[in-house]
């Protein structure tokens, strides 16, 4: 199984999820991707809160392609991405991280532009959410 988790630019949310999840089931395929990648570098409080952590690096910020949707299961952090992708992508096998971790359906915030402290409430969440995977 490959999972991928998708935020919007692929610099901050889903860096951190695939960094974490690498890191916590080694013998699982993670990758991340944006909706709408600009930047080239994944955000510096992501990298370190990575670094800090002794985290798996992440893969380079990337757009999401049809090829990813063909065999992933692909994590978003909000119910906007993922109703972005099922318009993109129909047939792609989407859930938001809270839905696929513990069935429930809460957003994960954009901490962009935010302050380190924010970064670290994100971490926290996407943490709690991805050691309830079941792989």
Do not use: W
Request: charge should be negative; charged fraction near 25%; aromatic fraction near 8%.
């Amino acid at each position: 199984m490959k999972i991928i988790f998708v935020c919007t630019g692929n610099t901050c949310r889903s860096p951190l999820a695939e960094s974490y999840a690498k890191t916590k089931f080694p013998d699982v395929e993670f990758a991340s991707r944006g909706l709408m990648v600009i930047a080239g570098e994944t955000n510096r409080f992501t990298l370190d809160i990575i670094e800090r952590e002794s985290l798996v690096p992440p893969s380079s910020p990337e757009q999401l392609r049809t090829g990813d949707t063909e065999d992933a299961l692909l994590l978003t952090m909000t119910e906007e991405h993922k109703m972005a992708i099922q318009q993109r992508f129909p047939g792609a096998d989407v859930k938001m991280i809270s839905e696929f971790s513990d069935g429930s359906e809460v957003p994960i915030l954009d901490p962009y532009g935010g302050s380190a402290k924010e970064y670290e409430l994100v971490y926290n969440q996407l943490k709690s959410y991805i050691d309830k995977f079941g792989l």
